[in-house]
Structures are given as structure tokens and as C-alpha cells.
């Protein structure tokens, strides 16, 4: 099933080349770099942290099914680029716009220092990346000069094609943030076009939707009592976008107070920190024109816990990022 939905994606392969720099790359196998968040959910609090401690011995990595070798693997702490993409469509009233910018204000006093941030708004243009304090203070001048667009006019797929451009070559880690966004209304792009330039370009996509229901951590079929709720990623478009890419997405209810609740403010600090510090897995994989589906796991005996969930790009065409970051 889920090759069948990139069943076009060799067509679009042309079209995504000029504007997608990492397309223009030739197949053959050669060492490629894949990041892998491993999230570990407590049996007993159901509270969520990032596993560590694994080595390169834990992990096996199948691509279609034949199993590749897995080089190295370590946390990776390299400056990583990250754009944060708000909705301002008229839907958004004062009191979830506000809840945006809470939400973006953790993410950002999670980070590390020398993470780089691009703000905007869609529909829009991302500007330059800046510093976290340049971030906050872009926050800040949105939160109080906020643009009203009409919610008939909320291109989604057009403004990650322009976020995914903003980081023209690809670097190890590259990140896409959309928060309290719906459905998309008047996008000229198409949904599996964006998906392509996504993996092509190794960048995760990540959601965070504002809810009047549950949190909800959208990442596999499982059920976890106490207030989380994991579903099926596919029930949103966005979702599986997310996790195709490698990205996550959270939700979170519309009447929370994020000042006076501890509990969404560690979840969003551990979504943060699989977007700044993912595991950078090398991988020996061959590329070519056709996508092909991508599947890592840690070695059963050396699980270190219960639960542990893996987020990383379930399909591969070809090594979208150079080996290092500069």
C-alpha cells in the first residue's frame, strides 16, 4: 500500500530536478545518512523521553525487504535548520492563534542555540534562517500584527513546496514545523508532488494540530492508557506525510494552558528534541528512479524498555543530503 500511493512519484521525478537540488543526484550505492528518533513511552506514567543508548549493533534496516548494512549509528548534535509555518486563515480565532505561538515558544526554548529558524505564515513566503532569539522576535511581531487571510485561500501543499525550496541544499536534518493547520483550500501543488520533494530532499515534515480533542501522537496502531492516544497515521493527509517523511505530529486540545500544564510542555520539549537530535544512521543503500520502502528496527533483545517508537523516512529513492553539515 504504501508504494502504491508513490506510484507517480518517477513522473514527477523531471519536474522536481530544477527547483529540488538533491534530484539531480545519480543512482549507485554509496553510504547513506538517515535520521531515526526513538521515543520511549513509560509503562507505568506514560510519560515520553528519547531513547538512547543504542548503538549501531541494535539496529537492523531492510530496504524492500533485503536487508542492508547499517555503517554507523549516533546521535547526531550538528545546527540543524528548522521552518516554522503558522495558519492565519480566518478558522484561527484569538484564542488558538495565541495557542500557536505558546506552542512555538516551547519548541524554541527546547532547542539547541545554534539551531537556525525560518517563521512565516501560510499562505507565504519563508524568509531567511536566523537565530532562536530572531525567531522569537519574529513571533512576537506576528502575535501582535496578526494578517488575516481568507480561509478559502490556505494553499498547504504550495507553501511547503516554497518552505522546502527555502533550504536549497540539502543538510542532514532539515525539519518542516506546520502548527494548527486543517485542510488545505486552493493549493496549485499536489499532495504527492510535496511528498516527493520531501524525501528526495531528506526533509522531515512535523504537525501539531490544535485540537478539541486529546492529545494524540500520531505514529502507530497502538493504545496507550492516561491521556495519549496513538492512531493511524493515514486517518489525516498530513499524518502520513509526517510520517512517511520521518517527521511526528501531536496534537493538542484547544483549552490547554501550556503555563499550567507541565505534561504537554515535556511532550512538546521531546518533540523538539527528536527534531534536533535524531540518531544520524549511515546506511549502505542503492538509489535509483523508483521509490522503495525503507524499514528499521532495533534488535528485539536490545530493546531498552517496553515501548519504544521509531520515527524515520519509510520510503527511499536516493541519499537526499551530504555526509557532514557544514
Not at 499532495?191 to 524525501?199: E, H, K, N, Q, S
Not at 515535556?266 to 542503492?286: A, D, N
Not at 522503495?292 to 529513492?317: D, H, Q, W
Request: glycine share 6%; charged share 20%; with cysteine.
Amino acid at each position: 500500500m504504501l508504494l502504491t500511493r508513490f506510484a507517480a512519484l518517477p513522473m514527477l521525478f523531471s519536474l522536481v530536478a530544477a527547483n529540488c537540488p538533491a534530484f539531480a543526484q545519480q543512482a549507485g550505492a554509496s553510504a547513506c545518512d538517515i535520521p531515526l528518533v526513538a521515543i520511549q513511552v513509560d509503562p507505568q506514567t506514560h510519560a515520553l523521553d528519547l531513547a538512547t543508548g543504542f548503538t549501531v549493533a541494535d539496529f537492523t534496516a531492510d530496504l524492500d525487504g533485503h536487508r542492508v548494512n547499517v555503517e554507523a549509528a549516533a546521535l547526531d548534535t550538528s545546527p540543524k535548520r528548522i521552518v516554522l509555518a503558522f495558519d492565519a486563515t480566518r478558522h484561527v480565532d484569538k484564542k488558538q492563534w495565541a495557542l500557536q505561538f505558546q506552542l512555538a515558544e516551547v519548541l524554541l526554548s527546547s532547542g539547541s542555540s545554534s539551531d537556525r529558524f525560518s517563521v512565516f505564515v501560510s499562505p507565504g513566503t519563508p524568509p531567511p534562517f536566523a537565530s532562536a532569539d530572531e525567531a522569537r522576535a519574529a513571533l512576537q511581531r506576528l502575535a501582535t500584527a496578526r494578517p488575516i487571510i481568507d480561509e478559502k485561500r490556505n494553499p498547504i501543499y504550495d507553501s511547503l513546496l516554497l518552505a522546502i525550496k527555502a533550504f536549497g541544499t540539502p543538510r542532514f536534518g532539515d525539519s518542516i514545523v506546520l502548527i494548527g493547520f486543517r485542510e488545505d483550500a486552493n493549493s496549485k501543488t499536489k499532495p504527492d508532488y510535496v511528498m516527493g520533494a520531501l524525501i528526495q530532499n531528506g526533509i522531515r515534515l512535523h504537525t501539531i494540530d490544535i485540537t478539541d480533542s486529546g492529545d494524540v501522537l500520531a505514529r502507530t496502531e497502538i493504545a496507550i492508557p492516561g491521556g495519549l492516544t496513538v492512531v493511524d497515521p493515514d486517518q489525516a493527509r498530513l499524518f502520513g506525510m509526517a510520517t512517511k517523511s520521518g517527521g511526528s505530529s501531536r496534537s493538542v486540545r484547544r483549552d490547554r494552558s501550556l503555563k499550567d500544564d507541565p505534561v504537554v510542555q515535556r511532550r512538546l520539549q521531546v518533540f523538539y528534541q527528536g527534531i534536533s537530535r535524531p540518531y544520524r544512521l549511515t546506511l549502505q543503500l542503492e538509489g535509483g528512479a523508483k521509490p522503495r520502502k525503507l524499514e528499521i528496527a532495533a534488535v528485539e533483545e536490545k530493546k531498552p524498555g517496553p515501548t519504544i517508537l521509531f520515527s524515520y523516512p519509510k520510503v527511499f529513492i536516493r541519499c537526499p543530503a551530504p555526509r557532514a553539515n557544514p
